[in-house]
Every structure is written in structure tokens, then in C-alpha cells.
């Protein structure tokens, strides 16, 4: 999710198209939230790692 994100935000700058930036951005938080949810143990969507 972190790398899908960074992907439509690269492509959002480079092709000047704002909704792709804004999707980005919340795609990146999500899966960094989610990273580090994951990595301090506490279990996500009901698995202990979220991969």
C-alpha cells in the first residue's frame, strides 16, 4: 500500500493531476499507519502482521 501510493503520487506531480496527489498522500498514511500497527504487535484486521 505504501509503495502504491508513493507510485499514483509520483504520477500525480509528474502529470499535474491533483485527485492522483490526494489518493497518494491518503495511501501512503494508511499503509505507514498500518506498518507501524503491525510492527509494535498489536494485530491488524485480525492477523498478527500485516504484510
Known sequence: ???LGA???IAG???GIPLLNTA????LVIGV???I???????VGG???YY
Do not use: D, N, Q
Open 24 to 27: 497518494g498522500i491518503i495511501l
Open 47 to 49: 492477523r498478527r502482521h
Open 13 to 15: 506531480l509528474v502529470f
Open 7 to 9: 507510485v499514483l503520487l
Open 37 to 43: 500497527t503491525g510492527s509494535i504487535g498489536r494485530p
Open 1 to 3: 500500500m505504501i509503495l
Open 33 to 35: 499507519v498500518l506498518a
